[in-house]
């Protein structure tokens, strides 16, 4: 059974840091992984999504990593503002036909 | 292009009635997933529908059941409503479906149940 574990659970950091989430999966036969942004008591919206092909995926200042083998994601987010401050959820897709998420990563940037 | 629609937004009901949500996808979307979020549970699978079929069911009773029409809207209903259905409801919409197309979520429905 997919089980989605995301590292760690709150984030507070000050404006203008790097900084890196962690997702891991414990299966590896995947077909893609989906990372997610979802502000309070929003929806879920879509970030960056990496077939199981595919070694990373970029959009702007977010870079997203993938290594199937070890079951591991990583979602950079380089020189963060107070407007990143949200839930990042990750996500893998596979024979299932469902997405299985992680619990995400509560994230604070303050000014 | 529009995104994906959910309707109502809120809504408040008390236990042992039903309850109607309604999904709009993006249009030439053809699945629709629904999810529950709750506090302590996160986000949990409901089901999935492809060109009116139900493909995939998660693990819930038979309480909760949904359709999709010919122009791929889906609905999904909850007869006999308990305290701990209170959640966020959310829909997702793909091209074909889940492997290997990216998911897009409506605003979701906040369900409170009284």
């Known amino acids: 059974k997919q089980e989605v574990t995301q590292i760690p659970a709150a984030l507070s950091v000050p404006e203008g840091e790097n900084l890196v989430l962690n997702c891991s999966f414990t299966?590896?036969?995947?077909?893609?992984l989906q990372w997610f942004r979802q502000d309070p008591g929003k929806g879920l919206t879509s970030l960056l999504l990496i077939q199981s092909s595919q070694r990373e995926q970029t959009s702007g200042r977010l870079n997203a990593s993938l290594d199937k083998s070890s079951g591991r994601s990583t979602l950079y987010i380089a020189a963060s503002q107070p407007g990143d401050s949200a839930t990042y959820l990750c996500?893998?897709?596979?024979?299932?036909?469902?997405?299985?998420f992680g619990t995400g990563t509560r994230l604070q940037v303050f000014p | 292009k529009a995104g994906v629609t959910q309707t109502p937004r809120y809504l408040i009901k008390t236990r042992g009635q039903q309850v109607t949500l309604s999904c709009s996808p993006i249009s030439g979307h053809r699945s629709v997933s629904w999810y529950q979020q709750t506090p302590g549970q996160g986000l949990q699978f409901l089901f999935e529908y492809f060109s009116e079929t139900q493909r995939n069911k998660g693990n819930f009773p038979g309480r909760f059941s949904g359709r999709q029409f010919s122009n791929s809207r889906s609905e999904m209903n909850v007869s006999t409503l308990e305290l701990g259905d209170s959640a966020l409801y959310l829909c997702a919409s793909s091209l074909l479906g889940t492997s290997g197309n990216e998911q897009f979520f409506g605003p979701g429905t906040r369900l409170t149940v009284l």
């Open positions: 996500a893998v897709s596979g024979n299932t036909d469902k997405l299985i």
């Open positions: 299966d590896s036969a995947i077909y893609n």
